[in-house]
């Protein structure tokens, strides 16, 4: 059947009427953006194997321009935090202070460290010289008498420790107190106490000894040796009374040993203090201040130095009465 026109398949040809094909599942499409060798525009869509066939139908084709890959996110750099203990607008202030990482020079101060000072009190002690002081004490007739020895303790962090000891021996007096009479000093710091008590007490007991000496004279301790509190030089009583030529004997090697005995206290006790001036210089670059030993109303002068074999310093027999 015709209808006027220009003729079968012209622009305005009429069709009649037909059924409406079910529409098409979605179509799928292949990306072809990654392909470089195909042209875009010759993407033709695939049709479903359910699809009927029909005559297709004309839709727009949209194709989009390939999307370069992005690119990785950038790692931002970090900011240290500031130390609010730091200024850095302040220009007197030094960054480094209380931030630095300890170095080899500070280890060494701790190392140094400051010397630590504790005081020691011990009333008589079991050792061979201070039992021959109590006994002495005793056989003088000194009533309730205290012997006290006081020992200052030098302590250091790595080096060995120091004690300055001093013997304090007391009586009761009227007011109902106690008052010294007999106050020594060891003539050298000795590195523990036993030693520093046993030259105090040997101290004390040389000097005891000439105090009393009319009265040791008839006694078995007449032969210790005695000094005087402002002299150097020592004295034991000659034992030509006693017809014994061994005692003599002995008693001359007592001289000699005691005479020995202190040179190498005084000697030890120069080098003990060149060693603190030492040790100081390293630390802290200084010399240590003069240590000036508070003396007590009762107390004599601490014993001089004197260099071996000096004559006034020597322990000699005695043989007449000064």
Wanted: with cysteine; hydrophobic share 25%; net charge negative.
């Amino acid at each position: 059947m015709r209808v006027g026109g220009r003729g079968y398949g012209g622009p305005n040809r009429i069709r009649l009427p037909t059924p409406t094909p079910p529409s098409p599942p979605p179509q799928e499409w292949v990306d072809l953006t990654e392909s470089e060798e195909e042209d875009p525009e010759e993407l033709v869509p695939e049709l479903s194997e359910d699809e009927p066939e029909g005559e297709p139908q004309e839709e727009p084709l949209e194709v989009q321009p390939p999307v370069p890959p992005s690119a990785p996110p950038q790692e931002q750099p970090q900011e240290e935090p500031e130390d609010p203990a730091v200024d850095p607008e302040d220009p007197e202030q030094d960054p480094d202070d209380g931030n630095a990482p300890p170095s080899d020079d500070d280890e060494d101060d701790d190392e140094a460290g400051p010397v630590v000072t504790t005081t020691h009190r011990w009333f008589d002690y079991p050792l061979p010289v201070p039992r021959m002081l109590r006994e002495t004490l005793e056989m003088l007739h000194y009533d309730q008498f205290w012997i006290t020895y006081v020992g200052t303790r030098y302590r250091h962090p790595v080096l060995p420790d120091d004690w300055d000891m001093t013997v304090e021996i007391s009586i009761p007096d009227e007011f109902g107190s106690r008052r010294n009479i007999h106050v020594r000093h060891a003539p050298t710091r000795r590195n523990s106490h036993e030693a520093a008590i046993s030259d105090a007490a040997r101290e004390a007991l040389t000097t005891l000894c000439h105090a009393h000496r009319e009265d040791m004279a008839i006694t078995s301790r007449r032969y210790y040796p005695c000094r005087s509190v402002e002299r150097l030089d020592a004295w034991i009583a000659n034992p030509e009374a006693e017809q014994n030529p061994r005692l003599e004997s002995t008693i001359e090697y007592l001289a000699t040993l005691n005479t020995d005995y202190n040179a190498a206290l005084d000697e030890l006790d120069m080098v003990r203090y060149e060693n603190r001036k030492l040790r100081a210089w390293v630390a802290h670059g200084v010399e240590p201040a003069e240590e000036e030993p508070v003396e007590d109303p009762a107390d004599a002068p601490r014993r001089k130095k004197a260099r071996y074999n000096d004559p006034e310093a020597r322990t000699y027999i005695r043989h007449h009465e000064d």
